[in-house]
């Protein structure tokens, strides 16, 4: 019994024991738990106080190095050099190979001055390839010469330059200048004049035109590409004009001719009496500068046509002539006018070109240039011409519809 009595007291001082080493390693535990705690609230302040901070330009270095853009404590290159590895990782190898033949495509193309992305509206000077005649303001002197051979308008109209995208211009009448006899001692501009010139508002509206060619003919180095298409493009420009002048109804950026209601008439059949009809028609003066405009159907087989009661041809060609001219007034072929002879319709003209129209050609706005990806066809190159015109009537009454 007595030892029974002395091993439960061992039993129980032993218990006490390790119970009281257990308390103190708890409180130790949770000690050091709390200083834990202290020490990630401590360190989540800090980083928010990082994010909340605006990104800071901060020279790393002696100065003249690299100015980095620190935000989130990182520095922004390279958080975007990380961005671009991630990226790259999501394109696989084809595409990686199509990447890097469009680079090197770009590359060879702007060192041979072909294909690269060009905008010229300065003056400056290099070869074909890569200046002199890209020079905007040049190209444009260009495509109105061009433009002269192979349309009416531009070489029979009033074409002004624009050095701002609205002009007003005046418009002569013919009678906007008073012209007086006066002693020594009066004064010219006494009373108030009967006429005054009155006037056109031009505002340059753009006027676009493309052409799509293989790159393997940019490639080619035996021949110039822009002095191949110089005159393609003065020619397109020219015809676009021509084509809304000459056609009733129209809506683009020149106004119609033919719809004008200060354009004079004359009705007839194209027979002798109507054609002096229409000249006679012409406001005084107006006459001087004044041409016939046909188109060539309507001039070769209805005008030259006439003949007197003997049969013979009235205005027959010669060497020198050719059938350009009716009573010595020069014959304008212009491809636009109507060549079906229908009752009421426009099917000729007759006046003063110069004083009855006025056209608008934008200086020192525009673009020409190869842009061989805009297709996303690798192997072509669109080469794109942009402009801006505007066309108005002028001094109705220098000219003279002849209607059928």
């Known amino acids: 019994m007595d030892n029974v009595e002395k091993l439960k007291g061992m039993i129980v001082e032993t218990v006490n024991g390790g119970m009281e080493a ?131 308008m531009l070489a029979e109209a009033e074409v002004v330059p624009m050095n701002s995208d609205v002009l007003h211009y005046p418009v002569d009448n013919d009678k906007s200048i008073t012209v007086l006899e006066k002693s020594e001692t009066a004064d010219f501009a006494d009373g108030v004049p009967a006429n005054m010139f009155t006037e056109v508002e031009l505002t340059a509206t753009r006027l676009g035109a493309y052409a799509v060619l293989t790159n393997q003919l940019m490639d080619d180095s035996t021949f110039d590409i822009v002095s191949f298409l110089m005159p393609k493009f003065a020619a397109a420009v020219s015809r676009k004009i021509d084509s809304e002048v000459f056609t009733t109804g129209g809506s683009g950026i020149f106004d119609p001719l033919v719809d004008d209601a200060n354009i004079l008439d004359s009705t007839g059949t194209l027979d002798i009496v109507h054609l002096l009809d229409a000249f006679s028609k012409l406001d005084s003066r107006m006459s001087a500068g004044a041409k016939y405009f046909f188109h060539r159907l309507v001039h070769f087989g209805t005008v030259l046509a006439q003949t007197d009661t003997a049969g013979n041809a009235i205005f027959p060609p010669t060497l020198t002539n050719m059938g350009k001219k009716l009573w010595d007034i020069p014959v304008v072929l212009a491809e636009d006018l109507p060549y079906t002879l229908t009752d009421g319709l426009t099917v000729g003209l007759c006046g003063n070109m110069k004083q009855a129209y006025i056209i608008g050609m934008r200086k020192g706005v525009g673009s020409f ?36």
């Open 22 to 152: 257990i308390k103190d390693e708890v409180a130790k535990q949770t000690e050091e738990l709390t200083k834990l705690k202290e020490d990630v609230a401590a360190v989540s302040n800090d980083i928010t106080a990082i994010k909340e901070l605006p990104a800071t330009n901060v020279t790393l270095g002696a100065p003249g190095r690299q100015v980095n853009m620190i935000h989130n404590g990182i520095s922004l290159v390279n958080q975007g050099r990380q961005i671009q590895n991630d990226a790259w990782r999501l394109v696989n190898d084809e595409s990686k190979q199509g990447i890097a033949k469009m680079l090197i495509d770009a590359c060879t193309a702007g060192l041979k001055g072909q294909r690269e992305y060009k905008i010229n509206t300065t003056l400056v000077e290099g070869t074909p390839g890569s200046g002199g005649y890209l020079v905007f303001d040049e190209f444009m002197n260009i495509i109105r010469t061009l433009g002269e051979l192979t349309g009416v």
């Open 369 to 404: 240039f190869f842009n061989p990806y805009s297709l996303d066809i690798s192997e072509q190159t669109r080469i794109t011409l942009g402009t801006r015109w505007d066309g108005k009537v002028g001094y109705g009454k220098s000219m003279v519809k002849l209607i059928y």
